[in-house]
């Protein structure tokens, strides 16, 4: 079991481009939750699956943002048409019961 | 909603020294749990002690303890021995104990800094 991991671990891309980041649970966990982590300031929820179902979405998440958990196996963030206001640490964990375990996040820098 | 408020945004303590980092909560629920996370440069976030609220005993993990006091609301971290690894951003985050609503909300954080 080598953890949940993030890829890529670094992303900058141009406004109004699209981006994709991935995350890979730990094998038996069966919810995987992503949060935004600004300069500063503590993780913010944006949204949750368990197994393959997406069980939660924050008003965070406007409509440019789409997750995905096919299969209830890795999750996918797209962003599109980035903003600056988007730039950030992208954050994934996955759990199961009350345990969480975290990536070390995907840091987006939108120029 | 929940919300946790973390009110010292630094703290410093001596290398083998106590220091203690505070949290507040405000929540209706009865049923949660409280967690303590550090976030070192490398930027992971690692569990470091967590809390049931229905359990009055304070949790212990090595060096780390917990002052929890439910009716005030306030769930502090106590680090003994500071060590230089201890450096790192701490979250203090909640949970609630519904099943279905399992995010974590968390504070703004406490940068600590031990000095040699």
């Known amino acids: 079991d080598t953890g949940v991991s993030q890829d890529p671990r670094h992303k900058i891309t141009k406004r109004g481009q699209n981006v994709t980041f991935r995350c890979d649970p730990i094998?038996?966990?069966?919810?995987l939750y992503w949060y935004r982590q600004t300069l500063g300031q503590g993780p913010e929820f944006l949204t949750y699956?368990?197994?393959?179902?997406?069980?939660?979405k924050s008003r965070l998440l406007s409509d440019r943002f789409s997750a995905e958990r096919p299969k209830g196996s890795f999750s996918t963030l797209e962003i599109q048409r980035t903003e600056q206001g988007d730039s950030a640490m992208y954050l994934c964990?996955?759990?199961f019961g009350s345990g969480y375990t975290f990536g070390s996040g995907t840091r987006l820098t939108v120029v | 909603a929940q919300t946790v408020t973390q009110s010292q945004p630094e703290m410093s303590v001596q290398e083998a020294e106590t220091v203690t980092l505070s949290c507040t909560y405000d929540?209706?629920?009865?049923?949660?749990?409280l967690f303590w996370y550090k976030q070192p440069p490398s930027r992971q976030m690692i569990l470091v002690i967590r809390?049931?609220?229905?359990?009055?005993q304070n949790a212990t993990e090595n060096r780390f303890s917990v002052n929890f006091q439910k009716a005030a609301k306030s769930f502090s971290l106590k680090i003994s021995d500071s060590q230089l690894g201890d450096a790192a951003m701490y979250f203090c985050?909640?949970?609630?104990?519904?099943?279905?609503?399992?995010?974590?909300?968390f504070g703004t954080g406490t940068r600590l800094t031990i000095i040699p």
């Open positions: 964990a996955s759990s």
């Open positions: 094998s038996e966990h069966n919810r």
């Open positions: 699956f368990q197994n393959e179902a997406q069980l939660e």
């Open positions: 929540t209706s629920e009865s049923d949660y749990y």
């Open positions: 809390q049931e609220a229905y359990k009055q």
């Open positions: 985050a909640y949970r609630s104990g519904d099943f279905g609503n399992e995010k974590l909300t």
